[in-house]
C-alpha cells in the first residue's frame, strides 16, 4: 500500500556526516510507525532509530547522540542525519514502515537487545550503501 524510497548514502571519510532520505508514497504518512534498519555483509539487519505518528523517536543505544531521526510530513520524506561515522557504520540502510494499531505503539528501538524487531515491519525501501573510510 507505501512505497519507500531512499536516498542520500554514498562514501564519506570516518568523522563525516550524512544524511539519508526516505520519501514516502501515501498521505497518511502519520498513521505509520517509520523506522530506520540497516545491514552489512554477513550481519543480521539491525534496528538503528523509529518514528512514531505521535513524534517520539526512539535509537538503538549505540547510535544514541550520533543519529537523529525526523520527518517532514509535509513533504512525506523521513530523514536519519548521521554524524561521526566510523567504518563501523558502513552498511546498506533501509527506510521501513508498519501501521499502528489501535491500543498498540510503536517499537522502541532503546529497547532492542537482538534481532528479530524487523519482522514487525511489511513495508520496505530498496536500501541505500553507506560506505564509511578510515
Known amino acids: 500500500q507505501v512505497q519507500l524510497a531512499e536516498s542520500g548514502g554514498g562514501s564519506v571519510q570516518a568523522g563525516g556526516s550524512l544524511r539519508l532520505s526516505c520519501v514516502a508514497s501515501?498521505?497518511?504518512?502519520?498513521?505509520?510507525?517509520m523506522a530506520w534498519f540497516r545491514q552489512a555483509p554477513a550481519m543480521e539487519r539491525e534496528g538503528v532509530a523509529g518514528?512514531?505518528?505521535?513524534?517520539?523517536?526512539s535509537y538503538k543505544d549505540a547510535m544514541q547522540g550520533r543519529f537523529t531521526i525526523s520527518k517532514d510530513s509535509t513533504k512525506n520524506v523521513l530523514y536519519l542525519q548521521m554524524n561521526s561515522l566510523t567504518p563501523d557504520d558502513s552498511a546498506t540502510y533501509y527506510c521501513?514502515?508498519?501501521?499502528?494499531?489501535?491500543?498498540?505503539?510503536?517499537?522502541?528501538?532503546?529497547?532492542?537487545?537482538?534481532?528479530?524487531?524487523?519482522?514487525?515491519?511489511?513495508?520496505w525501501g530498496q536500501g541505500t550503501q553507506v560506505t564509511v573510510s578510515s
Open positions: 518514528f512514531a505518528p505521535d513524534g517520539t523517536t
Open positions: 521501513a514502515a508498519y501501521s499502528l494499531l489501535p491500543g498498540f505503539h510503536c517499537l522502541d528501538f532503546s529497547e532492542l537487545r537482538g534481532p528479530g524487531a524487523d519482522a514487525l515491519y511489511n513495508y
Open positions: 501515501t498521505h497518511t504518512f502519520d498513521a505509520y510507525c
